[in-house]
Nanobody
């Protein structure tokens, strides 16, 4: 069973940067797809970035050019580097994993494994 633990959230001003981490066990390599999602109060959970085992990394349009997803298989850790943060990026951020490739399918319902989330707050 894969367990996921996020860290790295915090409060920053608009234009700032944060790097989120997601420690996975036992082996993130066993997941053909991992991703970052976010949920703001009153909103549905939305996909932000995915990484497939083949290395493809689709992003939702609102974060393209600002966020970068990556993973370190040796450290069993998934990352989300976020630059040029905006107030609308404020949300709880979750990492998730699924056994199948997700390609560019951001639907949260497809992911069976979730972390507990880490809060990102961006002030104007």
């Amino acid at each position: 069973q894969v367990q996921l633990v996020e860290s790295g959230g915090g409060s920053v001003q608009a234009g700032g940067s944060l790097r989120l981490s997601c420690a996975a066990s036992p082996h993130i390599a066993s997941s053909r797809c991992m991703g970052w999602f976010r949920q703001a109060p009153g909103n549905e959970r939305e996909g932000v970035a995915l990484i497939n085992l083949d290395g493809s990394t689709p992003y939702t349009d609102s974060v393209k050019g600002r966020f970068t997803i990556s993973q370190d298989n040796a450290k069993k850790t998934l990352y989300l580097q976020m630059h040029s943060l905006k107030p609308e990026d404020t949300a709880m951020y979750y990492c998730a994993a699924r056994g199948a490739y997700c390609y560019a399918d951001f639907r949260p319902a497809l992911f069976a494994r979730w972390g507990q989330g880490t809060q990102v707050t961006v002030s104007s």
